[in-house]
C-alpha cells in the first residue's frame, strides 16, 4: 500500500481526569482505522501498556509511535503534541510556572508549566495492531515510483484486487453506523452525494490546522485512477459544495482552502481532502497530492485522462507493492 499519512487517526485522550475520554480504534485489515467505541470516564487503558520499540519520533512534528503490549495484545501508540490556541495563552501567561534556564542581554530562555488541562498531549491507541499496523507506523526508506497505465493495469490493479483491503469503516460512515454525529455535511444523492467530516487529524479546537474529508456515497470508484468524464457532476459538486459547508460552518473562505486527492491513497474508496491553506498536512506535496481543481480541468479537457497518464507517488521500502514493482523491473 502507499503510504498512509493522511489516514484517519483515533481521537485525542485528554489529560483532565474530570473530562477524559478515550476513543479507542479497533484496528482493520490495512489501514489502521475501525469503528471508534467512546469509553467516558477516568480510567487510564494505557497503565499497563509495555512498551517494546520505538518505531519513530519526529522532532519537528513533535510526535512519536511506539510499539507494545496492552492487556497481551500488540498495540500501537501514537502520542503527538497538540497545538497551542490564541484562545488559551491568557491563561497559560498568567496560569503557568516558569523556570528560568538561560538569560544574556535581551534575551533569555525558560521551561514552561502550563496548567494540565492545557497541556495535553493528543494519544491514539490502536489494538490490537497487526504486523501491517506496526510497518505502516514504522520509519522506513521511501521510493518514487513511475506507473504507466499499463503498470497500473499490470501490476497496481491486480495487487489491490488481491489484497482486498477492508473499507468497512467507511460503510459505517455513509450508512450512518458509526461517527453521524461527526458530520459537517452531507448530501445524501447516491451518484453526486458525499459525507463531510473531519479527519481524526484534527482536534477541531482551531481552524488553523483544519482538515476534512469528503467521502463519495458511490463505491465503484476507487481512486484517480478510476475517474473519467462522467465523474464531473460528483468531483464539481464536491468542490462547490464542500467549500460552502465549510465557509457556513468555520467561516472560512474558498480562498484559504486546498482541496485535493492522493494517490495513491491510504483507502480505496474515493475521499477528497480540504485542508486550510498554510497547514503542512501529511500527504499534501506533489509527489501524492492532486489539487481537486486541476482534476477537474484535466477531465474536461481528456475524458479518460487518468486511464492514460502516468503518474507518480511515493512507496515505502517495506511495502508490497513496491516489491511487485521490482519484480516487473520498472524500479
Avoid at 68 to 87: M, N, Q, S
Wanted: charged share 30%; hydrophobic share 35%.
Amino acid at each position: 500500500m502507499a503510504d498512509s499519512t493522511a489516514k484517519r487517526e483515533a481521537d485525542s485522550v485528554g489529560t483532565d481526569e474530570s473530562s477524559q475520554k478515550v476513543k479507542r480504534a479497533k484496528s482493520d485489515s490495512e489501514n489502521g482505522r475501525g469503528e471508534v467505541d467512546n469509553e467516558s470516564g477516568s480510567e487510564n487503558i494505557l497503565y499497563e501498556f509495555k512498551t517494546s520499540n520505538v518505531l519513530s519520533d519526529s522532532a519537528r512534528e513533535k510526535n512519536i509511535f511506539i510499539q507494545g503490549k496492552l492487556a497481551d495484545r500488540e498495540a500501537v501508540v501514537i502520542l503527538e503534541k497538540t497545538p497551542i490556541r490564541e484562545d488559551t495563552l491568557a491563561e497559560i501567561f498568567s496560569g503557568s510556572r516558569l523556570k528560568l534556564e538561560m538569560k544574556n542581554d535581551i534575551y533569555s530562555t525558560y521551561r514552561l508549566q502550563a496548567p494540565p488541562h492545557l497541556n495535553e498531549i493528543k494519544t491514539t491507541v490502536v489494538c490490537p495492531a497487526t504486523e501491517k499496523h506496526v510497518k505502516k507506523y514504522q520509519r522506513q526508506e521511501s521510493f518514487l515510483v513511475e506507473e504507466t497505465d499499463e503498470d497500473y493495469r499490470s501490476i497496481t490493479l491486480p495487487y489491490i484486487e488481491k489484497q482486498s483491503f477492508s473499507i468497512q469503516w467507511v460503510y459505517n460512515i455513509l450508512e450512518k453506523k458509526a461517527e453521524a454525529d461527526r458530520i459537517v455535511y452531507e448530501d445524501p444523492d447516491p451518484e453526486v452525494g458525499f459525507v463531510l467530516l473531519p479527519d481524526f487529524k484534527w482536534d477541531q479546537k482551531q481552524v488553523d490546522d483544519l482538515y476534512l474529508i469528503a467521502i463519495v456515497h458511490q463505491r465503484d470508484i476507487r481512486s484517480l485512477r478510476d475517474l473519467t468524464s462522467e465523474h464531473l457532476p460528483l468531483l464539481q459538486n464536491i468542490l462547490k459544495k464542500g467549500k460552502e459547508a465549510i465557509l457556513k460552518r468555520y467561516n472560512l473562505p474558498a480562498s484559504k482552502l486546498r482541496v485535493y486527492l492522493h494517490y495513491q491513497p491510504s483507502y480505496f474508496h474515493l475521499h477528497v481532502h480540504l485542508t486550510k491553506l498554510g497547514y503542512e498536512a501529511p500527504g499534501c506535496g506533489v509527489e501524492r497530492a492532486h489539487l481537486l481543481a486541476d482534476v477537474i480541468q484535466n477531465l474536461q479537457s481528456d475524458p479518460q485522462y487518468y486511464k492514460t497518464r502516468t503518474l507518480y507517488f511515493p512507496l515505502r521500502a517495506d511495502d508490497g507493492l513496491l516489491s511487485k514493482f521490482k519484480e516487473a523491473g520498472r524500479l
